[in-house]
Structures are given as C-alpha cells and as structure tokens.
C-alpha cells in the first residue's frame, strides 16, 4: 500500500507560478513511474508530466516548455513546477505512482489560474 500526499495547490493569477509536492509513504526508489494528472470540471483526467525511476520525462503539448516535473529521493517526493499559468491549466491536479503489482493516486490539489 502507497499513500500519497498533495499540497501545493492555490489561486494564482496568469503568468503566475506554483509548485507541487506529491509525498509518499514508500522509498520511491522502490517506484516504477510516478506522474501528474489533471482533471478540469466536465473533462476526462488527464496526463500533465511523467517520471520514469530513470529520470525520464515527458509532458503534454499544452505544458511543455511551461512545466518541470522532477522527483527527491531523498525526501520521497514528486514535484511539478508550473511557471507561465494559463487560465485553461485550472484543474485538480493528481500525482499517480506505479509499482510492479499496483498503481496509487493521490487525493488530488486544486489548482485555479484567475485574475
């Protein structure tokens, strides 16, 4: 069993920043990919940002270049840095994690881009 805990999330105006944080109850080394997801009112959920236990990463089209998914080892931590925030990026945004046999979630954070 893997818990994982959000925080990070908040209002924030367009062009702003924020910074997520995904803990886990586990060593993440024991990990296989870890992720952001993201779902907005009326819209499936969708991927925003994964990270391989190799440090791979992949972004969606509408966040590359905006957003910076890493991982602490150390500290059993996911983050996503999302810089340039767009209106449409208002979303709860959820970490997922995958071990051999299972897959997590997160509670979810909320997320709302708005001047």
């Known amino acids: 069993q893997v818990e994982l805990v959000e925080s990070g999330g908040g209002l924030v105006q367009p062009g702003g920043s924020l910074r997520l944080s995904c803990a886990a109850s586990?060593?993440?080394?024991?990990?296989?990919?870890m992720g952001w997801y993201r779902q907005a009112p009326g819209k499936e959920r969708e991927l925003v940002a994964a990270?391989?236990?190799?440090?791979?990463?992949t972004y969606a089209d509408s966040v590359q270049g905006r957003f910076t998914i890493s991982r602490d080892n150390a500290k059993n931590t996911m983050y996503l840095q999302m810089n340039s925030l767009k209106p449409e990026d208002t979303a709860v945004y959820y970490c997922k994690v995958v071990t051999l046999l299972d897959f997590y979630w997160g509670q979810g954070t909320q997320v709302t881009v708005s001047a």
């Open positions: 990270i391989t236990d190799g440090g791979i990463t």
């Open positions: 586990v060593n993440i080394l024991d990990l296989d990919d």
